[in-house]
């Protein structure tokens, strides 16, 4: 099997990085302006998903087709949220 | 070491497990518009009623919530260790590491179980016997428990989830024991990883959304 393999050393790295995230999302719950503290959310979110998605998950690693498919999921949900959102919003 | 047996469709064993990749990825896709829409939801309802779900927020317990995400965290780093000892064929790794994957969890599961019934004791559970206690100035009872509705739904799915996925772990645990899984062969250890990996990635949108308000 061709599969890559990862170091171990890049899995503990990525799990640090995901704490300091985490520390990162309670302490954004200061951010007075209700707006921004959810900007800051859903963009610690985002980067703690993307680095789960690209070294736990291995796309990082992956066929170029695996990786569209992966990415289609995302932009489907995005379909989602702006149609829902725009409905509403143009109610 | 047995040789993986490739079925007649596939050229070889290689062609055989992208397949798998691609497929277990697809799944997910459903699984994200699933999750997906109950996002949607919320993210409307939390858009007209800020105050409400706000105040339902402030019921959740904080410490609990960020302890829960660092041990699925944490279950997700040994998961991901877990699929590395198949792939160097260290079996006797694999199987510690499938069995930390699943007791990270249980723990997981074990205190929302104890915040799932302290919120039964603070009559925070839609119904009948809903009941906002505390001053919350100005904010409708209402919306408040349609956060809660939200709360469960969201969180109750996610926890079935889980249990799905220990209960695949477990089964993972008895063939790893037997040999089953090595550097040619060890695609039920990686497609269980992608699911896992995703139930966490809700996990870590669910957290922000639910504990973190306000």
Redesign the interface.
């Known amino acids: 099997m061709s599969s890559h393999i990862v170091q171990k050393r890049v899995y503990y790295q990525v799990f640090g990085a995901l704490l300091v995230l985490l520390f990162l999302t309670v302490a954004a719950t200061a951010i007075e302006d209700p707006t921004w503290g959810v900007v800051a959310a859903v963009t610690i979110a985002v980067v703690k998903a993307t680095l789960i998605v690209l070294f736990f998950m291995h796309l990082a690693y992956s066929a170029p087709v695996v990786r569209i498919f992966a990415c289609s999921a995302f932009v489907w949900l995005f379909f989602l949220f702006i149609f829902t959102a725009s409905d509403y919003l143009t109610r | 070491m047995s040789a993986t047996p490739v079925a007649h469709h596939f050229d070889d064993?290689?062609q055989q497990?992208?397949a798998a990749?691609?497929g277990m990825?697809?799944f997910?896709?459903t699984e994200?518009?699933f999750f997906?829409?109950l996002?949607?939801g919320y993210?409307?309802y939390r858009?007209w009623y800020?105050e409400a779900f706000a105040a339902g927020s402030g019921h959740l317990d904080?410490v609990l919530g960020?302890l829960n995400?660092?041990v699925l965290?944490?279950s997700?780093?040994a998961?991901?260790?877990a699929v590395?000892a198949a792939?160097?064929s260290h079996t006797r790794e694999l199987v510690r590491l499938l069995i930390a994957t699943i007791a990270l969890g249980t723990v997981f599961l074990g205190v929302k179980a104890y915040e799932y019934y302290h919120k039964w004791h603070e009559h925070l559970i839609p119904g009948q016997s809903f009941q906002l206690e505390g001053e919350h100035a100005g904010v409708a009872e209402g919306p408040v428990e349609l956060f809660f509705s939200f709360y469960f739904a969201m969180t109750g799915v996610h926890a079935l989830h889980m249990v799905i996925g220990i209960a695949i772990l477990g089964t993972l645990v008895v063939r790893a024991r037997r040999g089953e899984f090595h550097?040619?062969?060890?695609t039920p250890v990686?497609m269980t990883?992608?699911y896992w990996?995703?139930v966490?990635?809700v996990w870590?949108?669910l957290?922000?959304?639910l504990y973190?308000i306000?």
Do not use: N
């Open positions: 064993a290689d497990f992208y990749q691609l990825w697809i997910l896709a994200v518009l997906g829409g996002f949607a993210a409307q858009y800020p904080l960020t995400t660092t965290l944490g997700s780093l998961m991901a260790l590395r792939q160097t550097g040619d062969y060890f990686e990883g992608l990996h995703l966490d990635i870590v949108f957290f922000p959304f973190l306000g």
